[in-house]
Nanobody, 125 residues
């Protein structure tokens, strides 16, 4: 299983970015994929997740209504659409998964086993 996150960059407050997580590996399209972030001086935290079976989604309270996660199984890619970004969203964003785990709940409980390399998101004027 391999994951590669991309799409980060510098954006002004109120702007938007779409992150991509390109995945590869057998059956990975049916695994839950989570997005995590780590801000400077802070611990890594979960941001969002999309399940591998029914595409149900889950969001941290801090991003509900602002971020949208979706996947294109034909392209083996999971996206994180981030709207109305603010400076507090500045962080390195990672996508991650765990083999044979389809539900976001199980991914949260068991933790990821595979991580992408991270993409920097900076929100600043």
């Amino acid at each position: 299983v391999q994951l590669q996150a991309s799409g980060g960059g510098l954006v002004q407050p109120g702007g938007s970015l779409r992150l991509s997580c390109a995945t590869s590996g057998s059956s990975v399209d049916y695994y839950a994929i989570g997005w995590f972030r780590q801000a400077p001086g802070k611990e890594r935290e979960g941001v969002s997740c999309i399940s591998g079976n029914d595409d149900s989604t889950d969001y941290a309270d801090s991003v509900k209504g602002r971020f949208i996660v979706f996947r294109d199984k034909a392209a083996s890619t999971v996206y994180l659409q981030m709207n109305n970004l603010q400076p507090e969203h500045t962080a390195v964003y990672y996508c991650a998964t765990r083999a044979l785990i389809a539900s976001c709940y199980s991914l949260k409980v068991r933790g990821p086993g595979y991580w992408g390399q991270g993409t920097q998101v900076t929100v600043s004027s």
